[in-house]
């Protein structure tokens, strides 16, 4: 079995945006019920994996320094609010 060891052309983000778009244009053209539903659930998660993946680029831009600070201002914040945590850590993980 060979491998297609080829790198795609759009970004990852990309490619789920536009997975979620064709997905919702499908959605509209079907009559309400199970199928939409699934059609519409498949938009979501690919609008939220796409967000995810841009959240991670971005984590790996960023240097180690950077990110180790970022981690103690929002372990700070989640410390203040006695222990009811709104930072962006802990909302992205619900």
């Known amino acids: 079995m060979v491998r297609n060891r080829s790198r795609s052309a759009a970004s990852l983000e990309a490619r789920l945006l536009k997975s979620a778009e ?3 244009a499908a959605a509209n053209f079907i009559a309400p019920g199970p199928e939409q539903d699934q059609l519409l659930r498949k938009a ?3 609008e939220t994996l796409a967000s995810a993946a841009d959240r991670l680029s ?8 950077d990110f180790k600070s970022e981690a103690i201002s929002d372990s700070r914040i989640c410390a203040a609010s006695r222990g009811q945590c709104h930072s962006r850590v802990a909302l992205s993980a619900k």
């Open 22 to 24: 064709e997905a919702r």
């Open 44 to 46: 979501l998660k690919a």
């Open 58 to 65: 971005l984590a790996e831009d960023l240097s180690m320094a």
